[in-house]
């Protein structure tokens, strides 16, 4: 069933014939500047919001809701209408508030670090259950304002490629969101890379990196068995002679793996090369991969070795990692191919 929030504003205005011309900027208005729910759309008679309502209703029903870092980080467990979960997290900054959104039920990228590699892929989500995953959290962070979105919850957004450029083409388009604003991350899907860099749309690319060598970057992130690094490299040249916009790389710090001295001195030279900015994230513990995160000590030396090198380098602060809801803890219990959710008593 459609999501109200795929429709254009001419679709709406098909939508509403026989109703007052006025009623479309209304409805327009309530949906993506107010950002509320339908019934919520005060200004528009009830009937015509019980129409709607019942035309289209919500795709996402919550199945669990957790709070941590004394509510300043909430995650919640959606089920989608084909039975399947996804997890959404949203985080409140001094300076923002974000939410970080899947793009798939599960992820087939197979990730060893990453607890929704391991659980497997359930299926692509359609562009209402991204959008209302953003509208939802909208209206959660109320009073305060949602500022940026993130396509880096269960999934590879590139892997669903249609789907998270019609997303970030409406929330820039309906919402007003601008490239420092939205953020799609991927673990190196190169054509689709070069693809989304000729779509002309504003937004900020987050390559998962995590290696800067062939033979250790085949394990961490499998796809790269596909598309290694040097295929990587001129596909994030693509991006940045097309778009004119830097890049990002992530690096999950991995206790052994890729926190040494010679991880550094492989990641300067390719990390410079495209003038990308390097976000390190201390590995976040999940069930099926029992390697150590670094250090809090290593994790200031690894960074202060690549800001040496000539990097832009700097630490993201974890959240939510006491409700697994901290980057790559997403789907440790929840996907479900593994384990059915029950509805939370109200």
Request: with cysteine.
């Amino acid at each position: 069933m459609a999501s109200i929030y795929e429709y254009s504003r001419e679709e709406l205005a098909s939508l509403l014939a026989g109703e007052p011309r006025y009623r479309l900027d209304q409805l327009w208005q309530g949906l993506w500047v107010d950002g509320v729910a339908l019934e919520a759309i005060t200004t528009i008679p009830k009937s015509l919001r019980t129409r709607l309502r019942n035309q289209f209703p919500p795709s996402l029903e919550v199945a669990n809701d957790v709070a941590s870092d004394h509510g300043s980080t909430r995650k919640w467990v959606f089920r989608l209408e084909n039975g399947s979960t996804i997890e959404t997290v949203l985080m409140h900054y001094d300076d923002r508030v974000t939410v970080c959104v899947s793009s798939q039920a599960g992820c087939a990228m197979g990730c060893t670090f990453c607890a929704t590699g391991q659980a497997g892929f359930s299926g692509q989500l359609n562009v209402g259950e991204v959008l209302e995953q953003v509208m939802f959290a909208t209206r959660e962070a109320a009073p305060a304002r949602l500022s940026n979105v993130v396509f880096m919850g269960m999934g590879e957004p590139l892997a669903n490629y249609h789907v998270t450029v019609g997303a970030v083409r409406r929330l820039h388009e309906y919402r007003g969101l601008s490239a420092r604003h939205l953020t799609v991350s991927t673990v190196g899907v190169a054509p689709a890379i070069e693809r989304l860099a000729k779509e002309g749309l504003p937004l900020t690319l987050a390559v998962s990196l995590h290696a800067a060598n062939n033979e250790t970057r085949d394990e961490l992130v499998p796809l790269n068995r596909r598309y290694p690094l040097e295929r990587l490299h001129a596909a994030c040249s693509t991006w940045l002679e097309t778009t004119g916009r830097r890049l990002s790389f992530e690096w999950a710090l991995i206790d052994g793996v890729n926190d040494t001295d010679q991880a550094m001195d492989e990641l300067a030279p390719y990390a410079n090369s495209l003038d990308a900015h390097v976000n390190l994230i201390p590995l976040n513990p999940t069930p099926g991969y029992l390697v150590r995160g670094s250090s809090a000590r290593r994790v200031a030396e690894f960074r202060d070795g690549l800001q040496r090198r000539g990097v832009n380098a700097t630490v993201r602060n974890t959240r939510g990692r006491s409700i697994a809801a901290a980057c790559g803890q997403l789907a440790t219990v929840t996907n479900a191919k593994r384990r059915s959710i029950p509805v939370r008593s109200s």
